[in-house]
């Protein structure tokens, strides 16, 4: 005996695949992470992020690894790469970089604080012109906020020193979240 009968003109594989996916629950993700928290990973933890970025015609991935030595101590390596393709011949993007955060300051309810440590260098290769490659330092304060209930506020103070074909720049930056 049939109930009901829905036509969709799909293998039924993958019409039950789709009608899986609607009932699961979403996704919770921190990428693109802009500001950055005052914490770091436990004791001997690590952690692995990947992204994937699409951004008008510009498709690409970020991969960070991190891992923590020792006790309110950070380090990251971290990678990417994107291809523009608003111009003929595509523009290739590569980034690699290290990052080290100290959080000497951290309470469960209240105030945390440390500074981060950002090295890295852009690799841009539009494939008409010779390769530009623009090194970047950055330092950031970083202060975070934890309520009683649970929510946090965070704020990051900064500089950041770059260079790109012998031309250096640096910026004063501030983030909130």
């Known amino acids: 005996m049939k109930l009901f ?16 996916a609607c009932l699961a629950l979403p996704a919770m993700a921190e990428r693109p992470m ?20 699409w951004d008008d015609q510009t498709r690409g991935w970020q991969l960070v690894a991190g891992f ?6 950070e380090l990251e390596i971290n990678g990417e790469q994107a291809r523009d393709r608003s ?18 300051l951290k309470a469960e ?3 945390s604080a440390g500074i981060k440590l950002e090295l890295g260098r852009t690799r841009i290769d539009d494939r008409l012109a ?7 330092k950055a330092i950031l304060g970083l202060a975070s906020w934890r309520f009683e209930s649970g ?8 500089r950041e020193w770059t260079k790109l ?13």
């Open 109 to 111: 309810h209240g105030l």
């Open 151 to 158: 929510q946090l506020a965070h704020l990051n103070l900064g």
């Open 130 to 136: 010779p390769k530009e490659t623009e090194r970047a």
């Open 68 to 73: 923590s030595p020792i006790t309110n101590l």
């Open 5 to 20: 009968t829905i036509k969709t003109g799909l293998p039924r594989p993958l019409a039950a695949a789709l009608a899986l």
């Open 165 to 177: 074909g012998g031309v250096a720049e640096n910026v004063q930056s501030w983030r909130g979240g």
């Open 87 to 104: 111009s003929d011949p595509t523009t290739r993007i590569e980034a690699r970089g290290f990052a080290a955060k100290w959080v000497p």
């Open 34 to 53: 802009v500001v950055d928290d005052a914490g770091t990973l436990d004791l001997h933890a690590a952690k692995l992020e990947f992204g994937r970025t």
